[in-house]
Nanobody, 128 residues
């Protein structure tokens, strides 16, 4: 089982990045995918998630309107498009998988203990 997050880097405030999460070793269509982030010396926090069906997408208030999550099950890849980035978005970003009961599910979880598989994280730094 593997979730490979990529696409992080250094970007100026106001800029954009697109994170990818490539999955392997499990049937990703059976899993909701969450995006979490952890800034230095802070607790890990939930940023976004997408349901198995892709019809449900949810965002933390801190990123709502700026971040968009999507999934391409044919490619076993999920995305987090991040626009209008701010210095406070600086963090290590993780993708994680939560086993759901239906591929038509529209829900996903905001709590990290719901997620059974985790990627290794990708660094995002927003700085001028």
């Amino acid at each position: 089982v593997q979730l490979q997050a990529s696409g992080g880097g250094l970007v100026q405030p106001g800029g954009s990045l697109r994170l990818s999460c490539e999955t392997s070793g499990f049937t990703s269509e059976d899993y909701a995918i969450g995006w979490f982030r952890q800034a230095p010396q802070t607790e890990r926090e939930w940023a976004s998630c997408i349901s198995t069906s892709g019809l449900g997408t949810y965002y933390a208030d801190s990123v709502k309107g700026r971040f968009t999550t999507s999934r391409d099950n044919a490619r076993n890849t999920m995305y987090l498009q991040m626009n209008s980035l701010k210095p406070e978005d600086t963090a290590v970003y993780y993708c994680a998988a939560d086993r759901r009961s239906s591929r038509r599910d529209r829900g996903c979880s905001e709590v990290d203990y719901s997620y059974v598989y985790w990627g290794q994280g990708t660094d995002v730094t927003v700085s001028s």
